[in-house]
C-alpha cells in the first residue's frame, strides 16, 4: 500500500481544491503547496523503504477493474520508476512555488490543473497494466493543454493545439498495439489481458514481423513524447509559450514519460524488434543530440535555447536505451533524473528573469551578475550540470551512456555513435557559456538592469534544493545507481537472451524448427 498515497494524494488535493473558495487564493496556492509536500514524504517513505537488491516490481496493488478484459488497477515499482516517481514528487512543489507569483488569473483552475497533472504522471510511471497506463497516459493530456493554451504566452493556442495533435495521433497507434497485445498476449488463449507482467513474459514468443509493427506502434508514441527527431517540433513552442511552471514540469518530467514507455514497452516486450531497430533508433538520437545542440547555437531568445537543449539531451537518453547495455541503460535512467533537475533549475532561472525585466532575449541582459550575485552563483550551477562538468550530476548519465553505447553489441557502428554523440557535449558547452556569459557578464549597457533585484526566500527555496541535488548525483553517483542497478541488470540479461547467440533465441529457434517438421509431417 505504500504507493496508494503516492499517487492518489495528488488527486485527493484536486478534488480538496474544488472546495476551497475561489477568491481565497492564498488558502488556494497553500492547500496544493502542502499535497505536493505531502506526496513528497509518502514517496521518500516508499523509497526509503524500498530494496534495491532487487530487480523485481516492489509495492504491488492488484485490484480487479474489468474482469471481461483481465484489466485491473495493478500499480507497483521497480529500481527505474522509483527513481522517476521520486523525480516527479521533487518537481512539482518546485513547479506549485513558483507559480505563486506568476499565475494571476484563474488560479483555482490553474492549480487543480497541476494536482491532476500530477496525478497522471505518477500513475503512468507505476501503471502494470496496459489499459491504466492508457488511461494515465491520456489523463496527462487534458492539464497539460489547459496549462499552455490558458496560462501560457502570445502563440499559447498554437502551441497547445500543436503539443495536443501530435500527443494525441501517437496516443491512437499505441491504443491499437495495446489492444492486439490484449487479444494475442493471453498464453492461455483464453481471451483479452491487460496484465503487463504477463505480457512481458508473452511478448518476446511473438512472431518477428508482428513483433515489428507493435514495436513501431509504441515507439512512435513514445518517440513523440520524448520528443526523438524529427517529432520534436511541438516542444519549442511547447516550451516558450508555457508559463515557467509549465515548462519545468515539461522539461523535468513529462519528456521522460517518452523514454520510459521505450524502456518498459519496447525493450521490455519486444527485444527482438528492438534489436532489429537499434541502429535505427540510435542514429535518429544521434541526429537529435547535434542538431538539437545546433539548432540551440543560433537561438536569441533564452527559454528556446534551453528547449533545443532538451531535444539535444533527449537524444543522449535513447542512445543509452537502444544501447542495450547494462551500463547504457543506467545512465539513461539517470539522466533522466539528472535531465529534469538541471533543465528544471534552467527554466526556473529564465522565468526569475522574465519576472523581473519581461524579456527573453540575451540582448536584453547583460551584467546581470553584478546585480544578482547568489542567483547567478545558482544559475551557473545549473548551466555547468547541463553542460555535463564532472562533479555534477549531468557528467554522470552521459558518461555512462556513451559508455554504453560504445561496448554495445547490438550496434553494428558503436564506435561513431559514440563519436557523434559526444561532439553533443561540446556543442553543449558552446551555446551554454555562450548564453550564460552574454546574460551575465559584460558591461550593464541596459539601463533597466541596473534595478534587478538578487534571488528572493522564495526563489531560494527553489532553486537551492535541486542545485543540492545536482551536486549530491555528481559526487555520489551510487546513492541512485544501486537503486536502478538490479533492474536495468535484469532487463538486460533478458534482452540478451533473445538476441541472436542468447538462450532464448536459441529456444526460440528450436520451437520453430520443430513446429515446422511437425508441420511437413
Known amino acids: 500500500m505504500a504507493l496508494l498515497p503516492v499517487l492518489l494524494l495528488p488527486l ?88 505563486f507569483s506568476s499565475i494571476k488569473k484563474s488560479e483555482k483552475l490553474y492549480y487543480v490543473m497541476l494536482m491532476l497533472l500530477q496525478f497522471g504522471m505518477t500513475g503512468v510511471f507505476l501503471a502494470l497494466d496496459t489499459f491504466l497506463f492508457y488511461v494515465f497516459w491520456e489523463v496527462i493530456l487534458i492539464p497539460m493543454y489547459f496549462i499552455i493554451g490558458i496560462w501560457g504566452g502570445q502563440n499559447r493556442i498554437y502551441a497547445s493545439i500543436k503539443f495536443f495533435l501530435y500527443t494525441m495521433f501517437g496516443s491512437l497507434l499505441m491504443l491499437i498495439a495495446i489492444i492486439w497485445l490484449g487479444f ?12 503487463l507482467l504477463t505480457l512481458r513474459d508473452v511478448g518476446p514468443s511473438i512472431p518477428m514481423e508482428t513483433q515489428q509493427w507493435l514495436f513501431l506502434a509504441f515507439a512512435l508514441s513514445f518517440a513523440i ?62 541526429i537529435g543530440v547535434i542538431y538539437g545542440a545546433l539548432v540551440a547555437m543560433v537561438q536569441t531568445d533564452i527559454k528556446k535555447l534551453v528547449a533545443y537543449s532538451s531535444v539535444s539531451h533527449m537524444g543522449f537518453i535513447v542512445l543509452g536505451i ?25 527554466f526556473l532561472c529564465v522565468g ?38 564532472p562533479g555534477l550530476n549531468g557528467f554522470v548519465g552521459e558518461f555512462l551512456t556513451l559508455l554504453g553505447a560504445y561496448n554495445a553489441p547490438a550496434l553494428d557502428g558503436n564506435v561513431w555513435y559514440t563519436v557523434f554523440a559526444a561532439s553533443g557535449v561540446i556543442l553543449a558547452a558552446v551555446y551554454l557559456l555562450k548564453m550564460y556569459n552574454g546574460v551575465m557578464f559584460g558591461p550593464i549597457n541596459n539601463t533597466k538592469n541596473e534595478s534587478l533585484t538578487d534571488m528572493t526566500r522564495s526563489e531560494a527555496w527553489q532553486l537551492v534544493p535541486l542545485a543540492a541535488l545536482c551536486f ?35 529456444m526460440e529457434a528450436a520451437e520453430s524448427t520443430t513446429a515446422g517438421t511437425s508441420d511437413d509431417h
Not at 494475442?184 to 496484465?195: I, K, Q, V
Not at 526523438?228 to 508555457?242: E, I, N, Y
Not at 542495450?324 to 534552467?346: C, P
Not at 553517483?477 to 535484469?490: G, M, R, V
Open 322 to 346: 537502444f544501447s542495450m547495455t547494462t551500463a547504457g541503460l543506467q545512465g539513461a535512467i539517470i539522466q533522466m533524473v539528472n535531465h529534469g533537475l538541471s533543465t528544471g533549475m534552467l
Open 12 to 99: 485527493l488535493g484536486a478534488v480538496a481544491l474544488m472546495f476551497v473558495d475561489r477568491t481565497a487564493v492564498k488558502g488556494i496556492k497553500m492547500t496544493a503547496l502542502i499535497f505536493s509536500i505531502l506526496t513528497f514524504i509518502a514517496s521518500l517513505a516508499a523509497f526509503l523503504g524500498f530494496d534495491h537488491g532487487s530487480g523485481d516490481f516492489q509495492y504491488l496493488v492488484d485490484w480487479t477493474w474489468i474482469t471481461s478484459l483481465d484489466a485491473g488497477f495493478r500499480i507497483g515499482a521497480d529500481g527505474m520508476a522509483i527513481l522517476l516517481v521520486m523525480l516527479t514528487t521533487v518537481i512539482m512543489p518546485v513547479a506549485i512555488l513558483t507559480s
Open 472 to 506: 549530491w548525483i555528481g559526487l555520489f553517483p551510487n546513492t541512485f545507481l544501486d537503486y536502478s542497478k538490479a533492474s536495468t541488470e535484469q532487463l538486460v540479461e533478458k534482452v540478451e537472451s533473445f538476441l541472436p547467440g542468447g538462450s532464448g533465441y536459441a
Open 225 to 286: 513524447k520524448v520528443p526523438l527527431f524529427p517529432l520534436h517540433t511541438w516542444l519549442p513552442d511547447a516550451h516558450v509559450q508555457a508559463p515557467t511552471a509549465g515548462s519545468v514540469i515539461l522539461a523535468g518530467v513529462l519528456l521522460k514519460l517518452g523514454t520510459y514507455g521505450l524502456i518498459r514497452f519496447n525493450l521490455e516486450l519486444f527485444p527482438q524488434a528492438s534489436y532489429y531497430f537499434a541502429d535505427a533508433m540510435c542514429v535518429l538520437a544521434v
Open 184 to 195: 494475442h498476449g493471453d498464453p492461455s488463449g483464453g481471451g483479452f489481458t491487460a496484465n
Open 352 to 389: 526569475a528573469l522574465y519576472e523581473r525585466r519581461h524579456t527573453r532575449e540575451i540582448e536584453d541582459y547583460g551584467g546581470v551578475m553584478a546585480r544578482m550575485p547568489r542567483f547567478g552563483v545558482i544559475f551557473g550551477i545549473a548551466m555547468l550540470a547541463s553542460v555535463g562538468l
